[in-house]
């Protein structure tokens, strides 16, 4: 297929899938925002409490949403192949049907609003810069090789801690009191974005090779990562690059290239077309 076909097919999928994520907040929010969520329940009736860990959050939230993906890629011609590992890109292939040539990643992406900054997130991790990253055909830690995806989307949520009331984990609650349960998360916002669009230049962890996103809620909201002037092709460059040119500096240390305007620098680019970011402000410590 020609490229100006491949990227209707991917601009027809992201409008499908911004639509439907658009309906999903009454899916799993009650009339006053909180999670419909409200525990786990056992064979005796009784109700356990769960915590705002946000592996447990991230999990549960899956779990109550895949139904819904399911019915949204049935009624729009796909099948969804699940990762067969936990540690595999992506956590979703949507495949078509009709033409199995043409699949999408989709990654669900979860964060919460910092609370005393809730104009910021916790951000999240893009995916891997590694092995099939940099090797397209590679079949190492992904479903499908890299280059057989169209398209690489995150469906992400944004949602914040419930603080108004501890939630006691140790208490076991009935039936009756599911009403006064409050909800661990709430305020939830949903986003599409293909992942370049909302990458930063910076790795979401210092341990793993992971790309980490932006953290400001609005600049996900509109896609305004760093790389929205450059486009998806400089985000592969950039990436597939991190960390591995070596340059030196002008007190003539030699440093490897970690940054957007290094890189452009380094490709005799306007460094002006690195977009500029707010990043989430520092924690403060107590002294």
């Not at 990227?7 to 925002?33: C, M, P, R, W, Y």
């Not at 590694?130 to 995150?154: D, M, W």
């Not at 992971?210 to 400089?234: A, P, T, Y």
């Amino acid at each position: 297929m020609s490229k100006s076909k491949n990227n209707k097919i991917k601009a027809e999928f992201k409008n499908k899938l911004t639509e439907f994520v658009e309906t999903l907040q009454g899916h799993i929010s009650t009339d006053d925002n909180q999670w419909t969520v409200k525990g786990f329940i056992d064979v005796f009736r009784n109700i356990y409490t769960i915590s705002a860990d946000t592996k447990i959050v991230s999990k549960i939230l899956e779990i109550h949403l895949f139904p819904k993906i399911l019915e949204f890629a049935q009624n729009n011609g796909f099948h969804i192949v699940l990762a067969e590992q936990q540690n595999y890109y992506p956590d979703l292939s949507f495949v078509i049907a009709s033409d199995e040539r043409i699949k999408f990643a989709v990654d669900l992406k979860t964060t919460y609003r910092l609370p005393d900054n809730p104009e910021f997130c916790n951000g999240f991790t893009l995916g891997s810069h590694g092995e099939y990253f940099v090797k397209r055909t590679s079949k190492k830690n992904i479903q499908f090789p890299y280059n057989e995806y169209l398209g690489h989307f995150c469906l992400g949520i944004i949602y914040s801690r419930s603080t108004s009331e501890r939630t006691d984990e140790t208490h076991i609650r009935g039936l009756n009191e599911l009403q006064s349960i409050v909800s661990v998360i709430r305020d939830f916002q949903f986003f599409v974005a293909e992942k370049w669009e909302i990458a930063s230049d910076k790795q979401g962890s210092s341990n793993t090779a992971n790309i980490g996103s932006i953290n400001k809620i609005d600049d996900i909201l509109n896609r305004n990562g760093v790389f929205k002037l450059l486009g998806e092709e400089w985000f592969d460059d950039y990436w597939m690059n991190y960390g591995k040119i070596t340059i030196t500096t002008p007190s003539g240390k030699a440093k490897k290239i970690t940054l957007l305007r290094e890189f452009l620098a380094y490709r005799t680019q306007d460094l002006a077309l690195a977009n500029p970011m707010i990043n989430k402000p520092r924690r403060k410590t107590s002294r």
